[in-house]
């Protein structure tokens, strides 16, 4: 269910695995990506949701400032969240994919724990989302 829609991003629930897909279209301006991300940390925390897939693909490089804020913001929504996984879907700029490790490392500094995974794919990204949790096997139960 499309729950946001704009020219430079799309948010879309996944009622049945309940799970959040932002898709940035292309690149943003500065306002347009808050408008977006503030859209996000609404939903997220409305709808109590443990899973969220960012698909930065189109994005571009953020600007310092928008660093910030994000960070910033990323705390304080994530704090107040059932976040448990976050799946980012990154191009294949070494710059993006520095700047996404670096902004979730500050940010797990000051949040509770989630696991984050980085795919170069939407469907990879998915499955990892999606895949039932299946339980840990010992060598010595085999």
Do not use: C
Not at 84 to 108: G, P
């Amino acid at each position: 269910m499309k729950l946001y829609s704009t020219s430079f991003v799309e948010i879309t629930l996944d009622v049945h695995n309940q799970l959040l897909l932002v898709n940035w279209l292309r690149p943003v301006l500065s306002d347009e990506y808050r408008k977006g991300i503030e859209e996000t940390g609404r939903v997220l925390l409305a709808q109590s949701l443990e899973k969220l897939l960012v698909n930065n693909q189109r994005m571009g490089v953020l600007t310092v400032d928008d660093q910030g804020w994000l960070a910033k913001i990323s705390v304080e929504v994530i704090s107040k969240s059932n976040l448990k996984q976050l799946a980012i879907v990154s191009s294949t700029d070494v710059l993006q994919q520095i700047t996404n490790e670096v902004l979730d490392k500050k940010v797990k500094d000051e949040t509770p724990y989630f696991d984050t995974q980085y795919f170069i794919s939407e469907e990879d990204a998915l499955e990892w989302l999606i895949m039932p949790l299946l339980p840990r096997r010992y060598w010595w139960e085999q």
